[in-house]
């Protein structure tokens, strides 16, 4: 069946889908300086992965760090953490980053892709455009989106895709039609970065109004907005994305320094308030379309 791109995903009436929870667990940013709770080695992103496991997590969203706690993009790290995580949790949806804030070039940026066996990803992050940070800019450009697209097809592995302003959603609609992009498609909306698209209500759903049809969303809050994004997709019908990657602290007044466990603890406590169910690796996996584990 044809994929309409410009058709709004229908919601329930009547019953939201099972919340995914997507941990993101350390980022390209943070050091021991910044939090006693980030992990850096391969064993603590591991022993971390399996803790959100048990609190809630269907995904984890993994970036590899090196001995001197930088940022790494080769595979050979992102083996021993995958490999890590499936002996601890079989079942866990395993995202790799392939992110360009540091690394640029696409034999780094797809290294992580070419991973097989029990250490191949079933998901890698794929951002649709540029964008700056506070004090770098991560450069995407078209090229380097349909190449990073290609060999995740090629692999058999399910973009995470990023979107962070309205240009990014267009360039997913434009990738959709153009066949660059197939189904499944799990996109996250990243907004409350200083230089990209306002964490606001009335954005997020204008976001979701023009999200492709077929497409399972969630919202990821940077900083101060990671429990109102969250809150607002679990109320819309979305999924979450958290961690300490996105946000350090538990308060905006940046008092009570975060956990990843603790914050997909609060997830799970505030989506059974709301009356959402938490889902499970397994259901996660039917929901996006990855095969079983």
Known sequence: METHPDLI????????PKLIINAALTGMVATRKDSAHVPLT?????ADAARCRDAGTAIVHLHARGADGEPVCEKAYYREIIE?????????IVCASTSGRIHNAFAQRSDVLTLTGRARPDMASLTLGSLNFPKSASVTDPDM?????????AAGIVPELE???TSMLYTMKEMIRTGILTPPFYCNLLLGSLFSTPATLFNLACLVKDMPYETLWAAAGIGIFQL???????LMGGHVRVG???SLYYDAEKTQPATNPGLVERIV???????????????AREMIGLAPA
Request: with cysteine; glycine share 4%.
């Open 42 to 46: 391969a064993d603590e992103i591991v």
């Open 228 to 234: 109102k994004m969250n809150t607002a997709a679990i």
């Open 163 to 165: 979107v962070f302003d």
């Open 9 to 16: 995903r229908p919601y329930p009436l009547t019953r939201y």
């Open 244 to 246: 300490l990657e996105d």
């Open 145 to 153: 989106i349909r190449q990073l697209a290609e060999s995740m097809k």
């Open 84 to 92: 890590g995580v499936r002996d601890r949790c079989p079942d866990l």
């Open 269 to 283: 406590r505030l989506a059974e308030t709301l009356g959402r169910e938490v889902a499970s690796p397994a259901e």
